[in-house]
């Protein structure tokens, strides 16, 4: 009996603290926008490099379901989709490079995708549903 209350009462702390738990705040050394369709095909195509803690954030001039792929993208990454409140809709990890055959799809409208070197989204826990901080995300913008 000891042991089912013991149980209750971290299960209680787990979900009151999943329920509670503010938007996640990511920090990067260098975060570039991509705000206008010239910076959104480029993104990181052509590029030999991205240092180990910088991101892309593509921003989209409303929600769509949209499509990336890795046309001389030299660089592994992952892609996060995100939706407009902020909260990831998809994670694709270590996507295949220089693939023109090959699509990374949202699974639903999204306002931003963030494209990270390959392992951030392991390394950070990020997952499906987890909510993002844009206000903050926005703050760490270098361009």
């Given at each position: ?24 705040k ?36 409303q ?45 639903l ?33 270098k361009?």
């Amino acid at each position: 009996m000891k042991i089912n209350n013991f149980l209750i009462v971290i299960l209680v702390i787990i979900l009151s603290t999943a329920c509670n738990s503010s938007p996640l705040k990511l920090k990067f050394e260098n975060l570039e926008l991509a705000d206008n369709n010239e910076e959104r095909e480029k993104g990181l195509m052509f590029r030999q490099s991205l240092c180990k803690n910088c991101a892309m954030l593509f921003q989209l001039d409303q929600p769509a379901q949209v499509s990336f792929w890795m046309k001389n993208t030299y660089i592994p990454l992952d892609i996060i989709f995100i939706k407009e409140n902020g909260q990831i809709s998809d994670i694709y990890e270590n996507v295949e490079i220089l693939r023109e055959d090959l699509f990374y799809t949202s699974s639903l409208p999204i306002k931003y995708v963030l494209e990270v070197n390959a392992g951030y989204a392991k390394k950070h826990n990020l997952n499906k549903d987890l909510i993002l901080d844009l206000n903050y995300l926005y703050k760490e913008i270098k361009n």
